[in-house]
């Protein structure tokens, strides 16, 4: 009786140890997947704009702003602004980017109504980020329809690199594949642990 008592506190200190490092791997592996889901999540963003989306002006301003929440990356950006008819180009030159704004000439506008200005950037992290922004001109302008502007990429600037990451602009999310690598990763860790725990040597304990 005495001596089981003693056989039987080896295994169940063994299972204690064995449980700590259960836990030792789940924080890491927990660290990791934070660490690999950080770049995913910080995808930059629009913060501000010139003009305000969804706002109504008599008068159009000469530059159209965009103003993200940090740097942007200067490679494959685009700008376009559509008319009322949705189709008519109005942006006034290339856009270029400075720091966390993106900036572009806007030619004179034309008929009053809705202007939708659409972008495409590449965030801090290199992924793209596209969207859109809209203003209503109150009263019809001078100007008229212009050609569209190209898309600018810098010389050398591999653009089919900076359109192949993340086909999601709106992502944030973790993807389902980091989750299901993280299953497997501690499934794996937990029987490598239970083996080692069941392996234990054969002779009892102190
Ligand atoms: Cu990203």
């Known amino acids: 009786m005495r001596l089981g008592n003693r056989v039987s506190a080896v295994p169940r200190n063994r299972l204690l140890v064995g449980l700590f490092r259960i836990s030792q791997i789940v924080v890491a592996v927990v660290f990791g997947i934070l660490v690999l889901a950080t ?4 995808h930059s963003f629009l913060v501000s704009s010139t003009p305000v989306n969804d706002s109504s002006i008599a008068n159009a301003p000469a530059e159209i702003v965009l ?43 034309g008929p009053a109504g809705k202007y939708t200005v659409q972008y495409r950037v590449v965030s801090a992290d290199g992924h793209p980020v596209s969207g859109s922004l809209a203003f209503t001109l109150t009263q019809p302008g001078p100007g008229s329809a212009v050609p569209a502007v190209p898309a600018s ?14 086909p999601s602009a709106t992502g944030g999310e973790v993807p389902v ?7 497997v990763v501690l499934l794996i860790a937990g029987a490598l642990v239970a083996a080692r725990i069941g392996r234990g040597p054969d002779r009892p304990g102190s």
């Open 39 to 42: 770049p995913a999540n910080a």
């Open 177 to 183: 594949w980091v989750w299901i690598a993280a299953a």
């Open 153 to 166: 990429a810098p010389p050398g600037t591999p653009v089919a690199a900076a359109q192949m990451a993340a």
């Open 67 to 109: 103003e993200f929440n940090e740097p942007l990356d200067t490679g494959f950006t685009e700008l376009a602004v559509l008319g009322p008819d949705g189709s008519s180009h109005w942006e006034g030159g290339k856009p270029s980017i400075t720091g966390p704004d993106l900036s572009a000439p806007l030619a004179r506008l």
